[in-house]
């Protein structure tokens, strides 16, 4: 780590310090080092490995029994079959992470900067495995099987733009990229499900459907049909489940003498994929969807509802789309009360009035309800946007005292 410090004596430092956690630093500070500078108040560099532990499901483990009916020749007989085995196999998905940063603050501190890349690789993977129908149970069960890498870069900047005693103004931006990727499945098959698999050299959970090659209206007639519409062969990697790219962008603004502070943040996540599952069982087995019934629909809206309709793959490929949005995430308006006012009124040494409201607006060219919506709650491995409520707008008044 390279500093340097305006406020410091000239002189030499060096230390070197071990701690759990593997981190290794050196604290370097001299003028022969880094020449100081008017306008640059820090510069540190900094590495980090660790290694980290993530234990399994708390019923993982267990197995699961539910009631049911066998079929013989004497007739129907009560029967228990598994509703889940479980692993007492299972141990806990160890992580292991390098991370290279720097940081730097300019201009009396009114400007700083925070990043880095890091690479995460998981070893004993907890993947969901496919298990054989013939064990008499047609279930998943998680296995330690997998190796997993991340590799990313993580950035924060901040900027105070105006600051004056009766207005101020700053400005922050983070951003993140994170690629994710399969490396190893321990030996086993790629792991199969409806919409996602687990396939070496591919990004975890990804979308995998036989992609819809094209479609024509061959007669001008309008309307497609399912001879006028052409699929691939095999299930093809449609796209990442989840995002890569994340942003976010916050302004705040100071007034009266820092008593009054109104804030405002956007979020960006993008470069994945959504299976918009509501509309996809409406064309499939509901038969009211503007694809299925309605003549005036798009031929692209027309051909999505005949693959997964008549064509014999049941495609589902034409309703896993960009995912990607920017959303009006939050706007807040803090007061901090005079503190003789504070005492008067509560007899508390300060009061903080804050009202904030967010999900207050949506950007995005997702054809479903909502591009963050998803039917199983972040559930790694199933994710749809199934008939599920959009993330709700709410609005909070909070009162904050300090005695």
């Not at 939050?330 to 003789?340: C, D, G, I, K, T």
């Amino acid at each position: 780590s390279l500093r340097t410090d305006q406020s410091s004596a000239f002189g030499t430092s060096i230390q070197r310090q071990l701690y759990p956690g593997a981190q290794l630093s050196w604290i370097l500070s001299d003028e022969k080092f880094i020449p100081k500078a008017s306008w640059l108040n820090t510069l540190k560099f900094r590495t980090a490995y660790g290694t980290a532990g993530t234990q399994p499901g708390t019923t993982d483990a267990l197995r699961f029994f539910q009631a049911g009916t066998s079929t013989a020749e004497t007739g129907d007989n009560p029967a228990v079959i598994f509703s889940a085995l479980g692993n007492t196999q299972l141990k806990p998905e160890v992580t292991r992470e390098r991370e290279v940063g720097m940081e730097i603050a300019l201009f009396d501190n009114r400007l700083t900067f925070d990043g880095g890349v890091y690479e995460k690789s998981s070893f004993d993977a907890l993947i969901s495995r496919i298990v054989a129908p013939s064990v008499g149970a047609s279930v998943t069960r998680f296995e330690n099987i997998g190796e997993v890498r991340n590799r990313g870069w993580e950035a924060l900047i901040r900027a105070r733009l105006i600051d004056r005693p009766n207005f101020g103004w700053d400005v922050t931006f983070n951003g993140s990229r994170n690629v994710n990727q399969l490396i190893d499945l321990g030996g086993t098959p790629s792991q199969i499900g409806a919409t996602t698999r687990q396939v070496e050299g591919f990004p975890l959970d990804g979308y995998w459907q036989r992609r819809i090659t094209g479609f024509a209206d061959a007669n001008s007639d309008g309307i497609i049909t399912s001879t006028e519409i052409t699929v691939a062969d095999s299930a093809e990697f449609i796209g990442p489940s989840i995002p890569i790219n994340e942003f976010a962008f916050m302004n705040g603004f100071d007034l009266l003498k820092g008593r009054l502070r109104i804030s405002a943040m956007f979020d960006y996540k993008g470069g994945h994929t959504l299976n918009n599952g509501t509309d996809r069982i409406r064309c499939e087995s509901r038969n009211n969807c503007r694809g299925a019934v309605d003549p005036t629909a798009s031929l692209r809206e027309q051909a999505a509802a005949v693959a997964v309709r008549e064509h014999p793959s049941r495609t589902q490929a034409g309703f896993m789309e960009s995912a990607d949005f920017v959303r009006f995430r939050e706007l807040s308006v803090l007061y901090r009360m005079n503190s003789s006012w504070a005492n008067k009124l509560v007899r508390a040494n300060s009061v903080d009035i804050v009202l904030s409201a967010r999900n207050l607006r949506l950007w995005s060219d997702y054809s479903g309800i909502d591009p963050e919506s998803n039917y199983f709650g972040g559930a790694r491995g199933t994710v749809s946007d199934f008939q599920t409520a959009p993330p709700p707008s709410y609005f909070t008044l909070r009162f904050n005292l300090g005695y």
